[in-house]
């Protein structure tokens, strides 16, 4: 499949839409959700999204995709907003089928006055589904973007995933360069699937190698669906994220599931997949980190029986819930 890139707002050379004139805040948050399958509902034949259509086992039909639209967009109505009343800055997303999603999405009534864009590229995933990266341009301006192939072919098979999204921006005066990932599954199992997300830490790390050689001192973001825990070693060995923030990449999010809290639930047993990871540059002075949060608001969890305090998924097997996602999502807060 070919790569495309679409920047909301821009012309068919893909030139950037004319610029916001930005804004100071006092608090920016950068936040990541794996929105669960977020599908059009037209069938894709290059990819294996059938059971996302009307006629597919899960009866997706126009009026599911709508609600599933305003659910996430009530989700991303409040993200953030506990510390800035406008809500994200930046927003990394997985599970996004392509561009139309998008639109459709940032135009629900509940975001539309924010006027957010995005950075999307097509990838090779086989199912059809890649990630994206919105931002209020109030906030964050795009200097540019590519994506990073990840690359599995040696692997054998019927392979391919998600590539890594490679933005730099500017947050007012700042450069901040930003990763936004979604590494393979654990659906074969824990020990099979290591290597490739092996694969996609060292994608994310070849580039942030390059770029702390140039600038010690960069602004980096990496966020994503890891599909692995900050203690497992594809987060500190290979991507070189840990608790200690004397190294170059500081992941708070340990703690969290140390304490029993998590983004995702399987097997009834909490995960923390979703994390926002920081390098160095964003812990010292001008803009830099503080704080870290899980944003599990009630309206997004199951309110009763076995499984109450659970996301609040959009299906159970086929049966659609009306629900947001399996995933909670998380913030950071940037502040200068």
Not at 134 to 156: C, D, Q, R, W
Request: hydrophobic letters at 35%; proline letters at 5%.
């Amino acid at each position: 499949m070919c790569l495309s890139c679409i920047v909301a707002g821009c012309d068919a050379q893909h030139k950037e839409p004319p610029p916001v004139r930005q804004k100071a805040a006092s608090v920016y948050p950068v936040a990541f959700y794996n929105v669960e399958n977020l599908f059009d509902t037209e069938d894709d034949p290059e990819t294996d999204d059938d059971e996302f259509t009307p006629n597919g086992p899960m009866r997706y039909t126009n009026e599911i995709y709508r609600k599933k639209l305003h659910n996430i967009a009530t989700v991303l109505q409040v993200l953030g907003d506990k510390k800035n009343k406008e809500g994200i800055a930046l927003l990394g997303m997985a599970e996004v089928e392509n561009d139309r999603v998008l639109n459709d999405l940032l135009s629900q009534p509940e975001i539309k006055d924010r006027g957010y864009r995005y950075v999307w590229y097509d990838s090779n995933d086989p199912r059809g589904i890649d990630v994206a990266l919105v931002y209020n341009p109030a906030y964050f301006t795009v200097i540019s973007s590519k994506p990073l192939h990840v690359g599995l072919e040696h692997m054998g098979g019927k392979e391919g995933t998600r590539d890594v999204l490679y933005v730099i921006g500017r947050i007012g005066n700042d450069t901040v360069h930003v990763f936004v990932n979604h590494w393979p599954s654990r659906r074969e199992g824990l020990a099979e699937t290591m290597e490739k997300r092996a694969v996609a830490a060292e994608t994310n790390r070849r580039q942030i190698d390059h770029i702390l050689s140039v600038q010690p001192n960069a602004r980096i973001i990496v966020m994503g669906d890891m599909n692995d825990n900050p203690m497992n070693e594809s987060i500190t060995q290979v991507l070189g994220a840990t608790e200690d923030k004397n190294g170059k990449l500081y992941d708070p999010w340990g703690a969290f599931l140390r304490s029993g809290k998590g983004t995702e639930i399987f097997q009834h047993h909490w995960n923390l997949f979703d994390q926002v990871i920081v390098s160095a540059g964003l812990l010292h002075n001008g803009l830099h980190y503080e704080g870290a949060d899980i944003e599990d608001r009630d309206f997004m969890k199951l309110q009763y029986g076995k499984l109450q305090g659970y996301p609040k998924r959009s299906f159970r097997g086929t049966y659609w819930s009306n629900g947001y996602s399996d995933h909670f999502p998380v913030v950071i807060y940037l502040v200068k």
